[in-house]
């Protein structure tokens, strides 16, 4: 906020800078249109996003002369004395203004002040307006076009990548390394592209091969290898900030996320082209439907954190719930930009983007493609040729349930105001009068997919009685917001048996359907008839929800006034046993639902036989034969639907799902969209018009506004695969690249904008970038190409004259040493300790206790036990939470889900070495190591050299040897193990 007080006003200004602002101030006063030309741009680009119009921060705006020159803000002629130069101005190395942004240059100051030193004039009615960058003349905007590649004597330069990488370092006065040693190429390759240690008897091998194709043999093999699928999802999902729980204050679980994990392992291990892989991401169910990767794919636009509060807690309705669907867009938005594009789209949120040619209209616009979608679990069909025959069948079914609703529609117009009356009077009444419910609901059958399977129940008394009345009560439930009657058959026969054996029927109601009873009685009079056995045989179900069932609450027997059915035994062709509300004893227990109003029922049936009647009447014997077939139509579908395979569930970006709470789904119809000013829900402008953001100057960016919300999406991925997209092909290679050498061509791989870094070999990534889109887009040959290449294979030693010119070896003259990142060290010490279970896919296993509470879980992890064997899988298969992650993984750089890691920090601090010496985990492994090595290995010695096979993939020196073996039999070979698991040469690739 500013602050305009003139006893804030603090400087370090010298004499000097004072002497030198008197002669700048000069010649702005021999430039008329200093302002518009020098000061202008400047204030628009830098300070009128916050401070404009009347809900500017502060309360402060810029905007017109009239607030600015208030205050003292500025003081025309005196520079020293306006307070604007004391808020821009550093002290030490923060200035006030800009908040949470870069401090004005000392040129971009001196500017000011030298307006202000001139008389600070400023136009009449001259209004700033907020700047626009509107230039591409960026590198990343440039269109793709192969780069010659230079020509190169040196026979180092084997590949096209040695020839680019070469000319940059004669052009810097570098030399390239040596190259690595055999032992060294297989422990970094193999970890580069597996995350896992290479075997004893797999180094051996390579070192000794005399194959002069042994080390490209070494790669395909690695490629082919499932765990290379492992390793480079992991780095995918760390860009699209994937987690198995929700993250902000409830932290849900997400149980369907991993669905999307095991298709980026899949896609990677089966080298899918990135077109396809980046279009099922973001429209698979449009562009590839029936399949189950256009499926699986839209996990990434659910992937990142999601406000549970904000959504179910909070109505779309009020400011809040807004928000919540407004931030959820921008998470989409940004993730989809980030990812595929390197570009920082969500700095346009709040005004244009600031150094970038993106305006807040194309970034509503974006937001508006994803203005039908949400986060939900979505069902689906593994199988194509079952997902056809589900689509056909549902259209079916439509079409079955469409004809059914025409025959009642024409029943009810015949029966005229009369029925509709009656109608409408029975349903008053149901409402009027809520049921008194039991906890015991009754009997319920067991469910099947056939309306006219035959179920039955009986009840059998003590003893024969001469019974004068049965009375049946019918079940209250809410499932499928059925409520009274749940249950009643449609067609039923009551049949009662003496002693001897002999039965009678007492009703026969299976010729036609009997009306819905609600929580009226059904009750028969007999003729004081011999009774120890009464039987209900449904013939005719009632539905459920897509299927059919047969539920009775209660069934009595009078004796007089006296029901003598009371706890009498009950038998059942089937039954769902599930207590205390289903069970067949139910039946006889005594308990059934009730009317609050005991006149209700009475009305209800008066009515509901004067309906029926009319019903009765009016229903022509055409009408029943089309509702007939409608009826048997619609079992038939049913039926078939039931018999397909179960659908699996994955964790996407949907539009149709379960409601739950005030999180309902859109389907389909995209939401208003505004564009917010200053990202304010509370202060919408114009109606965002879906579209894309600009490439080009004369780029055309938006989309037809009447596109459906699946066509948004089509559009978009089309857009983000064009062959001539420049930011896209860039932007994958550079990824690639990076997690080879440890840093991109380009630093900051998700920001390829003016304030990312710019690339140190441009016309390498350009060839790069043209060379894996043109050339079939598959990974593992850009892998090949890249770990093929004598660049690659440098040693990792420090050659002094080289780091003096360039320390961080940003031009590649060796190869980078690096860190394991986390899951590698605790795959690794799982892997060499004989651990590691490489079953693939399914649910993340858990690393902590999981305590379910009301509001939220928690994950307990000082109470896991880190022996249990289900959590010995790679690590890639754990259940991420985002609230409260592994503290080990934590202190080793893993990566923090709730946002986008491009790249991981790696440091070396003390908590490392404690935790990998002390951890649980380790203190585990450390012993399985030891049961490992004595298991393989006969005598100690054997056993220290088998140990640093394992870690280092070499032998120990005699001098090692000598040492460990020592250490062993003073402290035991257990505590040996954990301290070779904290070796940097165990942790460290070179």
């Not at 938006?702 to 695969?721: N, V």
């Not at 380009?746 to 970038?769: C, I, K, Q």
Request: contains cysteine.
């Amino acid at each position: 906020m500013l602050l305009l007080t003139k006893d804030r006003i603090a400087f370090g200004w010298s004499l000097a800078a004072a002497v030198g602002l008197s002669f700048a101030a000069a010649s702005a006063r021999a430039d008329d249109n200093f302002f518009e030309n020098r000061v202008a741009p400047l204030l628009s680009q830098r300070c009128l996003s916050c401070h404009a119009g009347d809900s500017a921060k502060g309360g402060f705006s810029i905007a017109e002369s009239d607030t600015f020159f208030a205050d003292g803000f500025v003081e025309p002629g005196e520079s020293a004395a306006s307070h604007l130069i004391a808020l821009i101005t550093p002290q030490g190395s923060k200035a006030e203004m800009p908040k949470d942004a870069d401090p004005l240059s000392s040129e971009e100051i001196a500017t000011i002040a030298e307006w202000i030193d001139a008389g600070a004039q400023w136009p009449k009615g001259f209004v700033l307006q907020e700047a626009l960058v509107d230039d591409f003349n960026w590198w990343s905007f440039q269109p793709l076009a192969r780069p010659p590649i230079p020509p190169q004597s040196d026979p180092w330069a084997k590949s096209p990548i040695d020839q680019f990488v070469l000319e940059k370092l004669r052009e810097k006065g570098l030399t390239h390394s040596p190259p690595a040693d055999r032992r060294t190429l297989i422990r970094r390759l193999t970890y580069d592209l597996t995350g896992l240690p290479p075997t004893p008897a797999e180094v051996a091998q390579f070192v000794a091969d005399p194959d002069p194709n042994a080390y490209e043999n070494l790669v395909d093999r690695l490629l082919d290898s499932k765990h290379y699928g492992e390793r480079w999802a992991r780095h995918w999902l760390d860009v699209a900030k994937y987690a198995d729980s929700n993250g902000y204050d409830k932290d849900k679980l997400r149980p369907n996320a991993w669905p999307y994990r095991d298709y980026v392992i899949r896609s990677f291990n089966e080298d899918k082209p990135y077109t396809r892989f980046v279009q099922e991401q973001i429209a698979g169910d449009v562009l590839f439907p029936g399949t189950a990767d256009g499926m699986l794919g839209l996990g990434f636009i659910a992937a990142g954190p999601w406000d549970f509060i904000g959504h179910v807690e909070v109505s779309e309705a009020k400011l809040d719930g807004k928000v919540a669907r407004n931030l959820d867009r921008d998470d989409m938005v940004s993730g989809v930009l980030n990812t595929f594009c390197s570009v920082t789209v969500q700095c346009a949120r709040c005004h244009n983007h600031k150094f970038d040619p993106i305006t807040q209209q194309q970034y509503y616009g974006l937001q508006a493609v994803f203005a039908a979608v949400d986060r939900a679990d979505r069902t689906f069909d593994s199988e194509p040729q079952v997902a056809q025959q589900r689509v056909q069948l549902q259209r079916q079914l439509a079409d079955a349930r469409s004809l059914q609703k025409s025959v009642d529609d024409a029943i009810v117009a015949a029966g005229g105001s009369e029925l509709a009356e009656l109608s409408q009077k029975i349903e008053t009444l149901n409402k009027r009068s809520k049921p008194i419910k039991v906890d015991e609901h009754g009997y319920h059958s067991a469910i099947v997919a056939n309306q006219d399977s035959e179920k039955w129940v009986e009840v059998e008394l003590p003893e024969e009685v001469t019974a004068s009345q049965i009375v049946l009560h019918a079940c209250e439930d809410d499932f499928n917001k059925i409520g009274a009657g749940f249950g009643f058959p449609k067609r039923f026969k009551l049949e009662a048996a003496d002693d001897a054996g002999n039965w009678t029927t007492i009703h026969d109601a299976t010729a036609g359907d009997f009306p819905n009873p609600g929580l009226m009685p059904v009750a028969y009079a007999i003729a004081n008839q011999p009774v120890r056995r009464v039987r209900i045989t449904a013939t005719r179900l009632a539905e459920r929800k897509s299927d059919f069932i047969f539920a009775l609450a209660e069934l009595e027997v009078f004796a007089g006034n006296q029901n003598v059915a009371t706890g009498a035994t009950v038998q059942s062709l089937d039954s769902i046993e599930a207590p205390i509300r289903w069970r067949r004893q139910n039946l006889t227990d005594g308990k059934w639902p009730r009317m609050e109003d005991p006149d209700v029922p009475r009305q209800i049936q008066e009515a509901t036989v004067k309906r029926d009647a009319i019903l009765a009447a009016v229903t022509t014997p055409e009408l029943v034969t089309r509702r007939e077939d409608a009826t048997r139509k619609i079992a038939k579908a049913e039926a078939a639907l039931a018999a397909l395979p179960p659908q699996q569930i994955v964790y996407a970006a949907a539009t149709d799902f379960q409601p739950q709470g005030n999180f309902k789904p859109t389907g389909g119809k995209p939401r208003e969209v505004f564009v917010l000013h200053r990202g304010e829900v509370a202060l919408p402008g114009d109606p965002a018009v879906p579209g894309v953001i600009p490439l080009a100057s004369d780029s055309q960016w938006q989309f037809d506004p009447t596109l459906s919300e699946s066509e948004r999406r089509a559009q978009l991925a089309a857009w983000l695969t064009d062959p001539e997209h420049p930011l896209v092909w860039r932007s994958i290679v550079n990824r690639i690249w990076q997690y080879h050498f440890g840093q991109g061509i380009v630093a900051t791989p998700n920001d390829f904008g003016r304030m990312g870094a710019e690339p140190t070999h441009p016309e390498l990534l350009d060839w790069l970038a043209v060379e894996f889109r043109d050339g079939g887009q598959s990974m593992k040959t850009m892998h090949r190409m890249i770990v093929t290449s004598n660049t690659y294979q440098q040693a990792s030693d420090d050659i002094v004259a080289n780091s003096t010119v360039d320390g961080s070896n940003q031009y590649l003259w060796r190869s980078n040493r690096r860190r394991l990142s986390a899951e590698e060290v605790r795959d690794s010490i799982l892997s060499v300790s004989g651990s590691l279970d490489e079953t693939m896919g399914g649910p993340g296993f858990y690393l902590f206790a999981l305590e379910k509470t009301a509001h939220s879980p928690h994950f307990e992890y000082h109470k896991f036990d880190p022996a249990d064997k289900r959590s010995h899988r790679r690590s890639i298969y754990r259940f991420i939470a985002r609230s409260q992650p592994n503290p080990f993984l934590t202190t080793l750089d893993c990566a923090d889900s709730s946002q986008s890691t491009p790249r991981r920090n790696e440091t070396l601090t003390s908590l490392q070495a404690l935790s990998l010496l002390n951890n649980k985990f380790n203190l585990v492994m450390s012993q399985a190591f030891a049961k490992r090595l004595e298991t393989e290995s006969g005598t100690l010695p054997e056993q220290v050299t088998l140990a640093m096979q394992l870690l280092a993939q070499r032998s120990p020196t005699a001098e090692e040897r000598e040492d460990l073996v020592e250490y062993a039999k003073t402290h035991g070979l257990q505590n040996l193990c954990r301290i070779l698991l904290n070796l940097s040469e165990f942790v460290f690739v070179d």
